[in-house]
């Protein structure tokens, strides 16, 4: 039979709106969060980064946004554009036996319609 | 630096024959990650290194799949024999822990088809 994909939730929106995306993270004790986006045929890139100890980071055109108490981030794009079309996820460093490894989200689908 | 380079870029095989991806890693990096990313699964982390030595498989699925880093600069994933449901991207990422902040790099993966 035909197999179950992965239906990633998907935001589409206009061409130089504003997009945000949410993400629910797992371990409180996590203090390290990261997005990444990936395009179409690569592998996932750093956007930006936040520490535990921040609420609020600013890059160019995105901020990210640290919610601990209910455990969310979410990453905002100002003016989107065309380029801006891909698959973000967010990911948290967990502590594992001193080292810190990233677990990844499910993603969210961003489209950007001209 | 060229960043995270992965071989073969693309695989089409037969089941039951044996898979190689290989990686080499961003110079000065001391984790080398492996993941699996599908339709169904999304993105699985199935081992990580550091300093060349492999610390969690966990995510190894089963016998079939191997991985090793004899040195800094290169590390291999096999899968012997390979299944139809092995097909997936694969990709390879390294990274330096810089204060507990592990950014990870990744390469172009390699897209592995079992037939």
């Known amino acids: 039979g035909e197999s179950v994909g992965l239906h990633l939730p998907t935001l589409s929106v206009q061409e130089g709106d504003n997009s945000i995306i949410n993400c629910a993270y797992s371990n409180s004790a996590s203090d390290y969060f990261i997005w990444y986006k990936q395009e179409s045929g690569k592998g996932p890139q750093f956007i930006i980064d936040?520490?535990?100890?921040?609420d609020k980071r600013q890059g160019q055109r995105v901020t990210v946004l640290l919610n601990k108490t209910v455990k969310h981030l979410s990453l905002q794009i100002a003016a989107t554009q065309p380029g801006d079309s891909a698959v973000y996820f967010c990911a948290e460093n967990i502590e594992s036996g001193g080292s810190y490894i990233p677990t990844f989200g499910r993603g969210t689908s961003l489209i950007v319609h001209p | 630096d060229a960043g995270v380079i992965q071989s073969p870029r693309h695989e089409v095989t037969e089941m039951g024959q044996e898979v190689t991806l290989r990686c080499k890693p961003i110079?000065?990096?001391?984790?080398l990650f492996w993941y699996r990313q599908t339709m169904m699964r999304g993105l699985e982390l199935l081992i990580y290194?550091?300093?060349?030595?492999?610390?969690?498989d966990s995510g190894m699925p089963e016998d079939r799949f191997s991985a090793k880093m004899p040195n800094a600069s290169f590390s291999t994933l096999k899968i012997q024999p390979s299944e139809p449901r092995d097909s997936a991207v694969y990709f390879c990422?390294?990274?330096?822990?810089?204060?507990?902040?592990?950014?990870?790099?990744f390469g172009a993966g390699s897209r592995l088809t079992v037939l």
């Open positions: 110079s000065g990096h001391d984790y």
């Open positions: 936040i520490r535990s100890n921040m």
């Open positions: 990422a390294s990274s330096l822990v810089v204060a507990g902040a592990n950014v990870l790099t």
């Open positions: 290194f550091n300093n060349n030595v492999p610390i969690d």
